[in-house]
């Protein structure tokens, strides 16, 4: 309840920007996984529970687009959310397309089609970085590959490409 109260007021706080019409981008990595050497693995009990925690934490935000790979993990912890808001996934085939065309895949996507509007990006370690890169905003932490599964990256773009976007970090979710 703490950490959605959390996001809660960081919702607010970027709702308030003086930036005009501006992108805002919430960013996490896929739920927990199954650690098998399958390399497409589905989510684990926690990581369930997680994609249900992402929901509760953004069912009251006005999420315009779920922007997922082709990777089901980031499918099944986006779902729960999708299925609330009534919402297709828009899938960026990172299998089909390798790392960097994904990446900016992903970009062109938000930045094409979504401009002014609120997009959730659920994507991997460590390619959110890489996508906060190709989206100009201030440098995204590294997280812990075993355990980093509860980081919620909130990015305030404006249409000027040239200014850079605004970052908030918090966290969300039960701890595992």
């Known amino acids: 309840m703490k950490l959605i109260l959390t996001i809660s007021m960081v919702l607010i706080l970027c709702s308030c920007s003086s930036i005009d019409n501006p992108t805002t981008i919430y960013m996490v ?15 684990t009990r926690a990581g369930f529970t997680r994609a249900q925690d992402l929901k509760e934490a953004l069912k009251e935000a006005s999420i315009d687009a779920i922007i ?3 990777l089901q993990r980031t499918q099944l912890t986006a779902q729960p959310l999708a299925d609330y808001l009534n919402l297709q996934l828009i899938i960026i085939p990172i299998q089909e397309l390798g790392v960097e065309q994904y990446i900016q ?11 002014g509007k609120e997009v959730l990006v659920v994507t ?5 970085q890489l996508i906060g890169q190709a989206l100009n905003t201030p440098e995204l932490p590294a997280i812990d590959d075993a355990t980093g599964y509860d980081h919620f990256f909130i990015i305030t773009k404006s249409d000027d ?4 976007a605004r970052l908030s970090h918090t966290r969300y979710g039960a701890l595992p």
């Open 105 to 115: 895949g992903v970009a062109d996507e938000i930045n094409n089609n979504w401009s």
């Open 161 to 164: 490409p040239a200014e850079r």
């Open 68 to 70: 997922v790979s082709d």
């Open 124 to 128: 991997h370690n460590p390619l959110y």
């Open 29 to 43: 990595r896929h739920a927990e996984k199954v650690d098998e050497e399958n390399p497409d693995p589905s989510l």
